[in-house]
């Protein structure tokens, strides 16, 4: 593959420049349809007004969402071939497959080749994105900040609209190459099988869009989420990804039974991320700008003010290096002109308008994180004005307002006694005058449990820029300072020179600096050493008043709304362009100079970014009780010692319990929950069962007899390799009550092999594992998974806490449960749908596969347990097909396997086999499942019901 640039995070990362042409409409890069030809070769223009109806297959309350599109698109008449992607990615494809789809792409992909065919044409590129992420083959796995932009007119995936519409109007189940004619694998383009099913046909009409029923799957822009019962013009989809942050894939494959293709359908087996890719989904483009287009919020509500979250929770951290830390950014949305909340610690992709801030300016966060204050009126102007605080949630519950007749532009702080205060000015207006700014105050009241204490008066003069020990600054227009050695001398200065200065902020991280913008004055550009306009520079002043830093602006940009960033050497700011619009919130390193961009919008204003200290930033009280930081505190602090802490086992915080990382998708992330029952039930449990998802989904623990505490550790797309490691490295230094293994045999696994990424993540000697990307894993590899520790509960302290990531709704009740993962019920079992499959791996991995099994129970045995093998039901249909399940392998390889595990029944004592499946003849009524290989919540009812009576059964032999 030809590999695309890869940028680090720095102050270019959005600015464009990874296209071949800004998205400034400029004549050499604006192509908008109407100039076009009336025909672009490949593709079928849409014309006129459109009405298209949304439902989704898999929702039963049939919600239809109505959606009209105003104007015209091209659509690509095949899925993008081979071929195709090569000409323009790389690679060599043999003459044969030239014309097949291209498959085995990840959105990502699908994206990178969009942007590629647009700028191969001269167009701008829809999507734009921070930095790319590539695995050393060449792979795309992540785009950071991946934003699109519908209003311009280049290359890009269909809508989801856009793709049902025009499939309507083609759709054709019984000419599309599905399960009964594909002989399981994709057709040429635009070909269709013939009626005797030996023969192909090509589809010649230049106007029919080919393939969109069958052949393969393809992927659609956008965010998986339900529809509302509602109609709207020119919907492009949702506006922030629900909790599994799914995407979608439209359309039929060449692995479905006619039956099971609905043109509704938008999901697939597991839930759907942009790093997924799959051997029967490819993707086609259309092309055509969306002037106004709408999105859905969570909630349902029209979002037409689109704000791109450009950074995730890695690189803010990355930047801070702050490994553990929480994360909240809160603006000023200059067009809605309320706050706007993006929450780090539960979706960083999600930005949450806060309903109840109207007319909002200067926000700041609680040192705890849990409440923002906000005034009515902005710096440098005079005026009426009102302080208030509320939680920070999208309601501004618990909102109060500081009774007082002025206030302005609060700032949250916390005295050496722990006590919460807010520092306010009674008046925001412009210092230049001497005489009117002496009229002004600083005044700081207490702040706790929601409520207000009594103000007290702190400084003659609004010094809003900051209060610490000894220095209080304010800047607009000069920057005014008061310092003092006693609190009653101080004494009142203007730095810089004289020199108009503005966007002033002073450090809380006890050096006392004092951050600030200018107007290109002659004192800045002389320590620079170089000319620069109004605001291209962050000027840096130490606690004497000496300039000692500056960061230029990136280019065609200049900064704006500065602040610090509580307890960190980093500042946040907003970035104007030339015609003043705040497009961009950043984040900037001070001592590297790293710019990271954090989001972009229309009008963006004064940003905060709270990041959690594990120590608050304590300010002492003087004698007379005035404001100011301890400057020894850091923010940051030290393990506790085995001599001070309640647990004798010291771990560290940065690495302990991190059993997620936020790429992830749902199948990765449901580990950090398995981790925190394996700890929590270790002294405790005498039941594991271990596994892939099937007993994921089926064995309900708190079902068993209360002889049993049982607990669930199953995994999606674990395999006995995985299931083995688990066992040998957590469970046998840990489980010393345990007296039944229950271990699932997913035949149809049984190819996988033991050293691969994703089959055994714990795999010693594979530089890919899985394990190395979570700290918690390595961390508890290098203590040799604390083997001999007889106190653990920090782990289960720390797998607790150790989430930075939003959790998936379907993890809820997983702890309640003990593991058991609850799913809906499907109407009936589906046909015999495959996913990847292999045929015949040949005996050596195979044996290696009976291997661990051996292992499992072997070791078992040495410690008196005794492992129940079990094999999950799945579709009655897959009885009648070469195939034993969903993922294989050949019949005649399983039905031998499955002789030799009755054989083994006899070799070890302490194996039990428990087959549920029974080739396919079991009694699992339609209804008891979710999907063509896993069991829902009623078929785990029977299934943990026969478990219980086998472990009764064993237990008084």
């Known amino acids: 593959m030809k590999k695309a640039i890869t940028f680090g995070v720095i102050s270019l990362l959005a600015f464009g420049l990874w296209t071949s042409c800004s998205h400034s409409n400029s004549s050499e890069c604006h192509n908008d349809i109407e100039d076009e030809e009336p025909s672009i070769e490949g593709f079928v223009k849409q014309k006129g007004p459109k009405t298209v109806s949304l439902t989704d297959a898999s929702d039963e309350s049939n919600v239809t969402m109505t959606v009209q599109l105003d104007y015209d698109f091209y659509i690509s008449r095949t899925e993008v071939t081979r071929e195709q992607y090569a000409d323009l990615m790389g690679g060599n494809v043999p003459e044969k497959e030239k014309n097949l789809p291209k498959v085995d792409v990840n959105f990502y992909d699908a994206v990178l080749y969009a942007n590629a065919l647009s700028k191969s044409e001269g167009r701008d590129t829809v999507y734009t994105y921070a930095n790319s992420n590539f695995t050393p083959s060449g792979r795309c796995v992540f785009l950071e900040g991946l934003a699109t932009h519908y209003e311009v007119s280049g290359y890009r995936l269909p809508t989801e609209a856009e793709w049902i519409y025009v499939a309507k109007k083609f759709w054709d189940v019984e000419n599309s190459w599905n399960a009964d004619n594909s002989s399981s694998e994709a057709h040429e383009v635009c070909s269709i099988p013939g009626l005797d099913g030996s023969n192909v046909k090509f589809e010649e009409n230049p106007d029919v869009v080919c393939n969109m029923t069958g052949n393969v799957a393809e992927w659609v822009d956008g965010w998986l989420a339900d529809f509302k019962d509602t109609t709207l013009t020119n919907y492009v989809g949702a506006s922030a990804p629900n909790s599994l942050k799914e995407n979608m894939i439209k359309g039929g494959n060449y692995r479905l039974s006619p039956n099971d293709i609905n043109i509704n359908t938008r999901r697939d087996v597991y839930p759907i991320a942009m790093n997924s890719s799959a051997d029967y989904v490819g993707f086609r483009l259309v092309l055509g700008a969306i002037d106004n287009p709408l999105q859905l919020d969570p909630s349902g509500k029209v979002n037409t003010v689109k704000i791109n979250i450009v950074a995730t929770t890695e690189s803010i951290l990355e ?147 900051g209060v ?10 000069l920057l005014r300072v008061a310092t003092w050695n006693e609190p009653d001398k101080v004494k009142y200065d203007v730095w810089y020179n004289k020199e108009q200065a503005c966007n002033v902020s002073l450090a809380s991280d006890g050096s006392s600096r004092t951050l600030f913008l200018d107007f290109g004055g002659s004192t800045g550009q002389k320590f620079v050493g170089q000319k620069y306009g109004t605001h291209e520079q962050i000027l840096v002043m130490d606690s004497k008043g000496k300039l000692v830093d500056a960061v230029a602006s990136p280019a065609g940009y200049s900064y704006d709304h500065t602040e610090w ?63 100011a930081p301890n400057s020894s505190s850091s923010g940051n602090s030290e393990p506790e010692s085995s001599s001070s802490s309640k647990y004798s086992l010291v771990l560290d915080p940065d690495s302990a319990g991190i059993y997620a990382f936020s790429y992830a998708q749902f199948k990765d992330f449901i580990i950090r929950y398995k981790m925190e029952l394996l700890w929590q039930f270790a002294d405790s449990a005498n039941v594991v069962v271990l596994g892939s998802s099937r007993p994921l989904n089926a064995v309900y623990p708190t079902r068993l007899n209360s002889k049993f505490t049982g607990v669930n550790l199953g995994l999606a797309s674990c395999t006995i390799h995985m299931s083995k490691d688990i066992l040998m490295k957590y469970i046998w230094p840990h489980y010393k009550k345990l007296k039944y293994v229950v271990v699932s045999l997913d035949l149809d696994f049984w190819w996988k092999t033991a050293s691969a990424k994703d089959n055994n993540w714990f795999a010693d000697n594979d530089a890919n594992a899985k394990y190395l990307l979570y700290p918690g894993f390595v961390y508890d590899k290098n203590h040799d998974y604390w083997a001999g520790e007889e106190d ?87 009885k009648n097909s070469s195939m034993f399940g969903y993922s294989g392998m050949n019949r005649s390889i399983t039905d031998s396997l499955i002789g030799e595990f009755v054989k083994m029944e006899k070799t070890y004592s302490n194996f039990v086999l428990f087959d549920e499946n029974k080739d396919g003849l079991h009694d699992y009524t339609n209804g008891m499942n979710e999907d063509s290989q896993h069991l829902c919540d009623e078929g785990a009812k029977l299934y943990t019901y026969r478990l219980d009576s086998l472990l009764l059964k064993l237990d008084n032999r």
Not at 577 to 587: A, Q, R, T, W
Not at 820 to 835: D, E, I
Request: include cysteine; hydrophobic fraction near 35%; proline fraction near 5%.
């Open 319 to 465: 930047t801070l290096n702050a490994k553990k830390a929480k994360a909240k950014l809160v603006f000023r949305n200059d067009v809605t002109e309320k706050l706007t909340l993006i929450d780090y610690t539960k979706n960083a992709s999600r930005a949450v308008e806060i309903e109840n801030a109207t007319s909002a300016f200067h926000p700041d966060v609680s040192p705890d994180g849990n409440y923002v204050a906000f005034s009515t009126q902005i710096e440098g102007l005079p005026g009426k004005s009102k302080v208030y605080v509320c939680h920070l949630d999208s309601a501004c519950s618990g909102k109060v307002e500081l009774p007082v007749e002025n206030a302005a532009i609060p700032r949250f702080r916390v005295l050496e006694s722990g006590d919460t205060v807010i520092v306010y000015v009674s008046d925001a207006g412009s210092n230049k005058d001497s005489l009117t700014w002496a009229g002004y105050s600083t005044w700081v009241v207490p702040f706790a449990r929601g409520k207000f204490g009594t103000p007290r008066l702190l400084l003659k003069g609004s010094f809003n820029g």
């Open 792 to 878: 653990i509960t920090p782990l289960y302290e720390a797998t607790k806490e150790g989430i930075l990531y939003p959790s998936p709704s379907r993890c809820d009740n997983i702890i309640a449960s003990r593991g058991q993962l609850q799913t809906s019920c499907s109407k009936s079992w589906p046909g015999a749908n495959f996913g990847a499959t292999i045929s015949d791996p040949g005996q050596e991995i195979i044996n290696s596969s009976m291997n661990s099994l051996k292992t499992i129970i072997e070791e078992s045995a040495k410690r008196g347990v005794t492992v129940i093998g079990t094999i999950l039901p799945q579709s009655p249909a897959y």
């Open 565 to 627: 960033v509580t307890g960190k050497n980093a500042a946040v700011a907003t970035l104007t362009d030339k015609n003043m619009s705040h497009k961009k919130i950043v984040l900037i390193d001070m001592e590297t100079k790293k710019i990271v961009e954090l989001v972009e919008s229309d009008e963006l204003w004064h940003p905060v970014l709270w990041i959690e200290q594990s120590t608050p930033a304590v300010e002492k009280s003087s004698s007379s009780s005035e404001i």
């Open 468 to 477: 610490t020990e000894g220095l209080a600054v304010t800047g607009s227009k």
